[in-house]
Every structure is written in structure tokens, then in C-alpha cells.
């Protein structure tokens, strides 16, 4: 079965660090294009990073750029999104997505799987 599992997410205090992951199976991680995408409250999703297969060129919104580090590792066929310096703004649920081949990485209409996502909540 195809499928993303993420983990990682929790409560933590302005300034704070997580770690995301996302569990990848029934087919290889690295031959996609992978985005993370989160959804705050009563509002619409949002694109937040994303990696190329192959080379691994990775890419931010410019509100995370600096701060966010998206990663994979190849051999546990697994996604992460390092979250440095972490604001109330951040708080919102987090999915990793698989981006269908030729799409962009921030096109939603073209994300072919997602996990189920993970809550993170930035709250002192």
C-alpha cells in the first residue's frame, strides 16, 4: 500500500524546536518530488517547503526560509522538516505530501498522496 506517515508534531514554546518525519511506503521516496504543506485553523492549506528527487534541490516559503530545513533519508525512505526558531504563526497541522510527476512542488490540485498529518502548536 502507498502511504505517508507523519510523526514529530507536539506543543512547544516560541523559539522552540521539532523535527518532522515522514514514513514513506510502498514506493521510493527519493524518485518523487515531496512537499510539506500545513493548515492552520478555519484557514486554507498552505505550502511550506519542498525537495526535488534526484539532486535535492530544496525550496521555503519565504516565511520559513531560514528557519525550516527540509531533509530526506534515502535509506529509511523518510522525509523530515527540521523547524528551528519556531513562532505562534507556525502553529497548524503539518502534511507531507507526494507531488505527481511533472507538477509543481506548490500546486496542491497535483499532490497524489498525503499523510495524515501532524499537529505542531507553538504556545508559551
Known amino acids: 500500500e502507498v502511504q505517508l506517515v507523519e510523526s514529530g508534531g507536539g506543543i512547544v514554546q516560541p523559539g522552540g524546536s521539532l523535527r518532522l518525519s515522514c514514513a514513506a511506503s510502498?514506493?521510493?521516496?527519493?524518485?518523487?518530488?515531496m512537499s510539506w504543506v500545513r493548515q492552520a485553523h478555519e484557514k486554507g492549506p498552505e505550502w511550506v517547503s519542498g525537495i526535488l528527487e534526484g539532486d535535492g534541490s530544496t525550496y521555503y516559503t519565504n516565511s520559513v526560509k531560514g528557519r525550516f530545513t527540509v531533509s530526506r533519508d534515502n535509506s529509511k525512505n523518510t522525509l523530515y522538516l527540521q523547524m528551528n526558531s519556531l513562532k505562534p504563526e507556525d502553529t497548524a497541522l503539518y502534511f507531507c505530501v507526494r507531488v505527481r510527476r511533472g507538477a509543481t512542488l506548490g500546486n496542491m490540485y497535483e499532490y497524489d498522496i498525503w499523510g495524515q498529518g501532524t499537529q505542531v502548536t507553538v504556545s508559551s
Open positions: 510502498g514506493f521510493t521516496l527519493s524518485t518523487y518530488d
